[in-house]
């Protein structure tokens, strides 16, 4: 937001010589460095970029961080990771190094993670509207039993699940809602087409009774999570519906 000209020179100044002392951040939504500004800034400081990489771009990160961290983890295995873990770089990263942390150092490779019991390994939401989306019934079950385990409530998986299949009505209805809310990470997003591909008009409008149906179950009877949940899995990715 620093618009006039001195100022912008006052600043560039200062960082040819600034204080020891004093740790001075500046941020911007904007990273061109064909900006003069910019590219100025970043000459006489340590540029960051936080920006999330493309997706395309995340596997060769994860190489070049694991090998400077010495974690020993086949390379086919961070496809794995990125694909349970890949809402973020540091998401992925975290997996990691917790799944290094529990082999004692041994390299993580197929053999050696199947010692790490899958019922303990700690999904995200977006793991399971992944999963479903993809109809894929016994990941989605393992994704869900994680979740209610470590204490995700009923209402914020419904509510996600919602957020998902409303989307993919809005895709088959022709509406763009791509600049509202969506309640959806860049992920789910990117692949909501492939998601669309494996439900009909009708198949969505019963997904959306049954979720509703669960939500009231859960709110008016004290019948368990895993018990109006499981069921609810299985419908929907085998499509029967009554």
């Known amino acids: 937001k620093i618009k006039s000209k001195s100022s912008r020179q006052d600043l560039i ?62 390379d086919e295995l961070i496809d794995n990771y990125i694909n349970y873990y890949g809402d973020s770089i540091s998401h992925v990263l975290n997996e990691i190094e917790k799944d290094f942390i529990l082999l004692d150092g041994l390299e993580i490779n197929f053999d050696n993670i199947n010692k790490i019991k899958i019922s303990d390994r700690e999904y995200q939401i977006w793991n399971l509207q992944d999963s479903i989306g993809k109809k894929d019934l016994n990941k989605s079950l393992v994704i869900n039993n994680s979740l209610v385990k470590h204490g995700v409530s009923i209402t914020k998986i419904l509510v996600n699940l919602i957020y998902l299949y409303q989307n993919i009505l809005w895709i088959k209805m022709g509406l763009n809602k791509s600049l509202g809310f969506t309640g959806l990470n860049k992920i789910i997003l990117s692949n909501i087409s492939n998601y669309e591909k494996q439900y009909s008009n ?23 999570n895993n018990s109006l949940l499981q069921p609810l899995i299985i419908k929907i990715c085998n499509n029967l519906h009554v």
């Open 202 to 224: 009708s198949e969505i409008e019963n997904v959306l009774r049954e979720l509703q149906k669960v939500d009231i179950l859960s709110k008016s009877t004290s019948i368990d």
């Open 13 to 74: 100044e200062y960082l040819k010589s600034p204080n020891p002392s004093t740790i001075l951040i500046i941020i911007s939504k904007e990273y061109d460095l064909r900006n003069k500004f910019l590219a100025n800034i970043a000459k006489f400081s340590d540029l960051i970029d936080l920006r999330t990489p493309f997706q395309r771009k995340m596997k060769e990160w994860i190489r070049y961080i694991v090998k400077y961290k010495k974690i020993k983890i086949a």
